[in-house]
C-alpha cells in the first residue's frame, strides 16, 4: 500500500511560470516531510523539508506547503528555471520510527520547464 | 558537506554472481540505507543500518544482504544476482538525531546479464 502518493508523473511549465508539484499521504503519524530533486545518473539531492508543526517553508524559489487536515504536500517553485527540469520526489518519516529514521518515498514526478 | 561516495557507478554482472556493492559516508553518521530506484516505483529501502553491525530489513530485502563493520562504510551484497535486480541503488546517510536529511550518493547503475 502506497502512503506517500505523487499522482502526476509529469508535468510541464513554460519558463517564468510557477511549478506546482504535489503529493498525499495517508500515515497521520508522518512528522517531518522532504522534498528532493534527481537529475539523470545522479543521486537525489535534499531540496526543503517542512515539520509537522508548520504549514509552510520557504527558500528562495521554493516553498513547501503543508495541509495536514488534507493529508496533502505541496511544493512550488517560482519562477521555474530550465535548470529545474528533474525529477522531484516528496518523502515523509513516521514520528514512531525512532532511530531508524526511516523515509517513505513517493513514486517521483518529472518536472520539465520550457525555455 | 556532507560527501556519500559508491564504488562505482556503472556495473555489469552475470546472473548467479555475488555482487558488492560499497558505500562510503564522511560524516560520521550513524544511520546508513540502501534503496533501489526503478521507474514508476520510486525509491524503494532495502537495508538499513543505525549503527555499527546494527542492520535492519527495509521493504524488499529479498535477494540482499548487508554489511557495517566501521561506521563510514555500508556494502550492499546481492548473493547470487538475477535480471530482476537490474536497478539503480542508491546509498544514503544520515545523523541519528533530530529532524535532518538523508544525503545521497550519486548511485550505481547496475545491470545483470
Known amino acids: 500500500d502506497q502512503q506517500v502518493k505523487q499522482n502526476s508523473p509529469s508535468l510541464s511549465v513554460q519558463e517564468g511560470r510557477i511549478s506546482i508539484l504535489n503529493c498525499d499521504y495517508t500515515?497521520?503519524?508522518?512528522?517531518?516531510f522532504l522534498w528532493y530533486k534527481k537529475y539523470p545518473a545522479e543521486g537525489p539531492t535534499f531540496l526543503i523539508s517542512?515539520?509537522?508543526?508548520?504549514d509552510k517553508n520557504e527558500d528562495g524559489r521554493f516553498t513547501v506547503f503543508l495541509n495536514k487536515s488534507a493529508k496533502h504536500l505541496s511544493l512550488h517553485i517560482v519562477p521555474s528555471q530550465p535548470g529545474d527540469s528533474a525529477v522531484y520526489f516528496c518523502?515523509?518519516?513516521?514520528?514512531?520510527?525512532?532511530?531508524?529514521?526511516?523515509?517513505?518515498f513517493g513514486t517521483g514526478t518529472l518536472l520539465a520547464v520550457q525555455p | 558537506d556532507v560527501k556519500v561516495t559508491q564504488s562505482s557507478r556503472y556495473l555489469v554482472k552475470r546472473t548467479g554472481e555475488k555482487v558488492f556493492l560499497e558505500c562510503v559516508q564522511d560524516m560520521d553518521h550513524e544511520n546508513m540505507f540502501w534503496y533501489r530506484q526503478d521507474p514508476g516505483l520510486g525509491l524503494r529501502l532495502i537495508y538499513f543500518?543505525?549503527?555499527?553491525?546494527?542492520?535492519e530489513k527495509g521493504d524488499i530485502p529479498e535477494g540482499y544482504s548487508v554489511s557495517r563493520e566501521k561506521k563510514e562504510r555500508f556494502s550492499l551484497i546481492l548473493e547470487s544476482a538475477s535480471t530482476n535486480q537490474t536497478s539503480m541503488y542508491l546509498c544514503a546517510s544520515r545523523m541519528l538525531r533530530g529532524s535532518q536529511p538523508q544525503h545521497f550518493g550519486d548511485g550505481t547503475r547496475l545491470s545483470i546479464l
Open positions: 543500518s543505525y549503527d555499527v553491525k546494527m542492520k
Open positions: 517542512i515539520s509537522s508543526i508548520k
Open positions: 518523502a515523509a518519516r513516521d514520528v514512531y520510527g525512532g532511530a531508524t529514521n526511516k523515509l517513505i
Open positions: 500515515n497521520s503519524m508522518f512528522d517531518y
